[in-house]
């Protein structure tokens, strides 16, 4: 896209951000939307800087895989699977995910909406959020199409399972996919390797404030 690169071209002396101005852009942001809407992201009382999503997925893998098999859904992001070559690990059916759980508390989901596979938000995302929820499966969300998408429309309040989503910029903003400018929301607070790289202050300063400059200038509509 013209606009976009020319945009990026022409950036001079990015300033860098405070992570609390991080968090409140990409808030404000992600909700700036004529289209599509994401309800109860305020009771994600913790932001983090990642490394694009896939740093959100490699440590809620890594959190939860001592005591919990992996779950992907048939037709979700790649990289799912070569973290699972490593750990417990299954791709499922959604129309047979209840028959595959070996019970309570024994299992962890990753999710994309819109969904990787449609385009859309999975067909079954309601359903497989109350099973989640009664079997205690906690469900990282991924949002890494929402910069791309239309009509969706999620309230996380209806959605305990959710333990934490993220979000990145890679996808809408041609020059971003390279400078790894993700975000990571948490329901309640995550001791483990994102979080420390955040409270010692070596985020990635220039990839946060280049995130804040786009997200300033091009609405998560455009």
Not at 5 to 21: A, G, M, R, S, Y
Not at 76 to 83: K, N, S
Request: net charge negative; glycine share 6%.
């Amino acid at each position: 896209n013209r606009e976009v690169l020319d945009f990026h071209n022409k950036l001079n002396n990015v300033k860098i951000p405070t992570l609390t101005e991080y968090e409140r852009v990409w808030r404000e942001w992600l909700n700036f939307s004529k289209h599509k809407s994401l309800v109860g992201l305020d009771n994600f009382k913790i932001a983090d800087y990642t490394q694009g999503t896939s740093q959100s997925f490699d440590n809620f893998i890594l959190r939860n895989c001592k005591d919990r098999e992996i779950l992907v859904l048939n037709g979700d992001f790649q990289y799912h699977a070569c973290l699972g070559k490593h750990v417990e690990f299954k791709y499922v059916d959604s129309h047979h995910l209840e028959g595959t759980l070996q019970g309570p508390d024994l299992h962890a989901l990753l999710i994309s909406a819109p969904f990787s596979d449609y385009g859309c938000l999975h067909p079954d995302f309601e359903e497989i959020m109350r099973i989640c929820d009664v079997m205690n499966i906690p469900v990282c969300l991924d949002l890494a199409y929402w910069g791309i998408s239309k009509h969706i429309h999620i309230d996380l309040n209806e959605f305990p399972a959710i333990k934490e989503v993220t979000c990145s910029l890679s996808k809408p903003f041609f020059t971003l996919e390279n400078h790894r400018v993700g975000i990571r929301f948490s329901r309640d607070y995550v001791d483990d390797g994102i979080s420390m790289i955040n409270e010692v202050q070596m985020a990635n300063n220039f990839s946060m404030g280049l995130g804040v400059e786009y997200m300033k200038n091009f609405n998560p509509d455009y």
